[in-house]
């Protein structure tokens, strides 16, 4: 197994000097950060990198940065309640701990609650994240509630895609599937439901009951990202567009056009819903392969 393109992860740092771990497999070499356990980059071998990082995005100790496979938990967007709550929850911003990692290229990230996360999520919780890289890139999040009452909580994998020309992607497997836009300045006249999702305004639309596999065409790259999940109800299909991408921190000039966001997740009425001891898995199986 250890040969020069399958070892165990090796430690890191990050452009920020943090630290984090690489990963080197069939399917590629992976760089994560301790920090949010974030998967910054997944250079395929084949087709260069798949995952879409601002030139802006900041490093800085606590900065959840723009781009990669950020971890949303336990809340999705804005805290229901709480204005000063940070967006996306708390787990982004908190750091991992190595729990377990393999001879081969994988590896289990840990977070619990602490007196920081109880004051803003009062519960006991286990968050395990656990990377590894095959012919696919392939990503758990399980969740255990390790105290005595029940919660509910939220959660996605905000993967950003690298696709060269947004007006040349299309998101497939979501056709028919309800969702709610909550862009500020979507397209004009609404989308035909039983076609695939193009690009041409601000997207962000929240799909539910979607199915465990979807898959994202980037035309202009000649590439296809194959979205395969397991214990993933929701599906967020995301681009800013112009006018929002200029009001956003960490992206630059036209690099909206560089990246589409389709996230695996479980949120709003698919919230999930933990009683004590009890444990929520949800994965992500990437694979990437000409169109
Ligand atoms: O998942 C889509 C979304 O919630 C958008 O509404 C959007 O603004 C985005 O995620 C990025 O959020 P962030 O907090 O990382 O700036």
Not at 34 to 62: K, N, T
Not at 178 to 189: D, G, L, N
Not at 261 to 268: G, I, L
Request: net charge negative; glycine share 8%; proline share 7%.
């Amino acid at each position: 197994m250890n040969d020069s393109s399958t070892a165990r992860p090796t430690a890191i740092t990050d452009a920020g000097g943090r630290p984090g771990l690489e990963l080197r497999g069939p399917g590629g070499c992976v760089r994560m950060t301790l920090l949010g356990a974030h998967v910054q980059s997944w250079i395929h071998p084949e087709h260069g990198e798949v995952l879409f990082m601002s030139a802006d995005a900041s490093y800085a100790e606590r900065a959840a940065s723009r781009g990669g496979i950020p971890l949303v938990f336990p809340w999705f967007g804005a805290h229901a309640e709480r204005k000063d709550a940070p967006a996306h929850g708390f787990a982004r911003i908190q750091p991992f701990e190595v729990a377990a990692q393999g001879d081969g290229p994988s590896v289990t990230l840990r977070l619990s609650d602490t007196e920081d996360t109880r004051a803003l999520w009062p519960h006991a919780f286990l968050a395990e994240l656990t990377v590894s890289v095959a012919e696919t890139l392939a990503i758990t999040l399980a969740v255990t509630n390790t105290g005595d009452a029940a919660f509910d909580f939220e959660e996605a994998l905000h993967s950003y895609f690298v696709v060269g020309d947004v007006h040349r992607a299309t998101v497939h497997g979501l056709e028919g599937v309800p969702h709610v836009e909550s862009a500020s300045a979507p397209q004009e006249s609404p989308p035909d439901p039983s076609e695939p999702i193009g690009f041409c305004a601000e997207t962000d639309r929240i799909y539910q009951g979607v199915p465990d596999r979807i898959e994202l065409r980037a035309r202009e790259l000649d590439r296809r990202i194959e979205l395969g999940t397991r214990g993933a109800r929701s599906a967020i299909v995301w681009n800013p567009w112009i006018a929002k991408a200029a009001a956003m921190s960490q992206l630059q000039g036209d690099e909206w056009q560089q990246f589409v966001c389709v996230e695996s997740a479980n949120c709003r009425e698919n919230r999930v819903s933990l009683e004590p001891g009890a444990t929520h898995s949800m994965e992500l199986t990437l694979r990437v392969s000409s169109q």
